[in-house]
């Protein structure tokens, strides 16, 4: 600001002076003394602007430490989801190695090993089968003459 302006802070009654002398300025005087408020409004402004960025900068750290603690238990939990995740990791590759070896062995001729021992696990399980069948069939026999037996008592009984 050029120095013909009043100092800043000034109460009321020097307001109808500031109007005079505004008065007697040429426009274009005036015009660059309006500019030079403008531009020290803006900086100041942008000082306002940068000290409440600081400040609520400030509450986020202040509150970030105050949160430290469930921070820290988030972290925890966070490792140890991770942890648990790796374990996870590893029994996968595992169980693949483990399918890969196993259909590398079929590929390589152990496919005739394991058709003959699922032929071999089929004939055990009809034989099977026809056990249980057989054993029904008993059973339902059995039952019939049971109850056959248990309907003779009651018409003797009722007699």
Do not use: C, Y
């Not at 003959?116 to 039952?143: F, G, T």
Request: charged share 40%; hydrophobic share 35%.
């Amino acid at each position: 600001m050029s120095d013909g302006n009043p100092p800043q802070g000034l109460g009321e009654e020097e307001g109808p002076d500031l109007a005079a002398r505004l008065s007697d300025m040429s426009p274009r005087r005036l015009a660059e003394e309006v500019i030079s408020v403008w531009e020290e409004v803006l900086r100041v402004e942008g000082e306002l602007a940068t000290a409440r960025q600081r400040g609520r900068a400030m509450e986020m750290e202040l509150d970030a430490r105050d949160s430290g603690s469930s921070n820290r238990a988030k972290v925890a939990e966070l490792e140890e989801a991770l942890r648990v995740a790796d374990s996870r990791i590893a029994q996968m590759e595992t169980l693949l190695e483990n399918e890969r070896v196993r259909r590398t062995d079929i590929e390589e001729g152990g496919e005739q090993g394991r058709f003959v021992e699922l032929q071999d696990e089929n004939a055990r399980l009809l034989h099977s089968e026809e056990e249980h069948v057989m054993l029904i069939l008993d059973m339902e026999a059995q039952l019939e003459r049971l109850v056959s037996e248990v309907e003779d008592l009651r018409r003797r009984s009722s007699l």
